[in-house]
């Protein structure tokens, strides 16, 4: 299983940008999709997430500029953000909790990160 991310890049204070990732593999099913970030010396942190039936949560900090989607037929998440601000600077993680062919559990799997630099 592949969780492929993009869209990633740099931008001024009060643009925007969307994030895409893309899951691939023998994937039977998927449950959430999310999102996380990572700023330097600090660990991931939740920024969104999508449940199957498409109900959503935010960190209060994104509340009103990101939108989280999913498309269940492509297996992919978005992340439409909206007036970005420098600190949502991060190098940002899609996560994805899903079962694949042959197991008996549902498993989190991370994509390789997309750097969002905002600056002037």
């Known amino acids: 299983v592949q969780l492929q991310a993009s869209g990633g890049g740099l931008v001024q204070p009060g643009g925007s940008l969307r994030l895409s990732c893309a899951a691939s593999?023998?994937?039977?099913?998927?449950?959430?999709m999310a999102w996380y970030r990572r700023t330097p010396g600090n660990g991931r942190s939740f920024v969104a997430r999508i449940r199957t039936g498409s109900s959503t949560e935010y960190r209060d900090s994104v509340k009103g500029r990101f939108t989280i989607s999913r498309d269940d037929a492509e297996n992919t998440v978005y992340l439409q953000m909206n007036d970005l601000k420098p600190e949502d600077t991060a190098v940002y993680y899609c996560n994805a909790n899903l079962r694949i062919s042959g197991a008996r559990t549902w498993d989190n799997y991370w994509g390789q990160g997309t750097q969002v630099t905002v600056s002037s």
């Open positions: 593999g023998s994937i039977i099913a998927i449950n959430d």
